[in-house]
């Protein structure tokens, strides 16, 4: 079992910046990736970004053609905390930000690929 447990949501004005960070506790977190998703009112639940790492430590990262250039994600393995930095925010970044672990090798771009979701931090971007 892993839970996670997200923070830094708010409120900022479009063109802002924003740090959310996911807190894991459980079984072992460096061997699993994680990703970050989010879900806006009325929308499905979209994939934001993804990171994983392999036996010599190389990490991957991915994100969605949406956020990519102004969001960045990492992990920290000894503190066992994933971090999503946002910048350049939009009204349409507007959601309910979840972080998300999954067992297997390789990133996750699609949320059935996760066993383990912590409960959401919400952002909001103001224009």
């Known amino acids: ?3 996670l447990v997200e923070s830094g949501g708010g409120l900022v004005q479009a ?3 924003l740090r959310l960070s996911c807190a894991a506790s459980g079984r072992t977190f460096s061997a699993y990736g994680m990703g970050w998703f989010r879900q806006a009112p009325g929308k499905e639940r979209e994939f934001v970004a ?3 790492w392999n036996n010599d430590y190389t990490t991957y990262a991915d994100y969605a053609g949406s956020v990519k250039g102004r969001f960045t994600i990492s ?3 000894a503190k066992n905390t994933v971090y999503l930095q946002m910048n350049s925010l939009k009204p349409e970044d507007t959601a309910v930000y ?3 672990a999954h067992p297997d090798c390789g990133l996750g771009y699609t949320g059935s690929e996760y066993d383990y979701w912590g409960q959401g931090t919400q952002v909001t971007v103001s224009s």
């Open 98 to 100: 979840y972080c998300a």
């Open 75 to 77: 992990r920290d393995n």
């Open 50 to 52: 993804a990171i994983t």
């Open 15 to 17: 063109g802002g910046s």
């Open 1 to 3: 079992q892993v839970q």
